[in-house]
């Protein structure tokens, strides 16, 4: 295996190359093409998340755009945007989880306050503390929205420090 990257696998590295090649080529020889095929497609989950890793830990480093790009055998500016779509994706998971969470709270104020009301009605001679009840459930709607804004802030805030930084050293290994 020639490398075109300049770049260069260590002797071990090279050797549990070989020895996984090694494997899927007998898997295919002795009849077991599916072994071979299911191998694969974990090999490729698993080398996409660590060349992910890598890149990260690379331009976190020392390492420029141009080395990442080079050992992925991709340009500086397709590795840029393959470890942007990875921030960019962790960032939108924690927004939706986020978003969950926020609607599982209002549907708990939401029935926790119905339970209240249920038990009001039993006594119909506590209008005062049906009002109550009423003001506490719209406090806590406020107050769980204002909660979840202030977290949707911050993950902005996040969001746009860890885009400044990849800006900032894509635009420093430009020149």
Not at 115 to 137: F, I, M, N, T, Y
Request: glycine share 8%; aromatic share 2%; net charge positive.
């Amino acid at each position: 295996m020639t490398e075109t990257t300049g770049y260069e696998v260590s002797a071990e590295g090279q050797a549990k190359i070989e020895a996984v090649d090694g494997y899927l080529e007998r898997a295919i020889r002795d009849r077991r093409p599916i072994e071979a095929l299911i191998a694969t497609r974990r090999l490729g989950e698993i080398a996409n998340n660590r060349a992910k890793e890598a890149a990260r830990a690379a331009t976190e480093g020392s390492w420029s755009w141009t080395d990442v790009g080079r050992a992925l055998g991709v340009t500086k500016q397709a590795a840029h945007e393959k470890l942007r779509a990875r921030v960019h994706g962790k960032i939108e998971g924690k927004l939706s989880k986020l978003e969950r969470a926020e609607k599982v709270g209002h549907a708990k104020i939401a029935g926790r306050a119905n339970r209240g009301r249920e038990k009001l009605d039993r006594h119909p001679h506590v209008e005062s503390a049906r009002h109550r009840l009423d003001e506490w459930e719209r406090r806590q709607h406020e107050k769980l929205g204002r909660d979840v804004q202030k977290a949707r802030e911050q993950l902005g805030r996040a969001e746009q420090a860890v885009q400044d930084k990849l800006d900032k050293k894509g635009s420093a290994h430009r020149t």
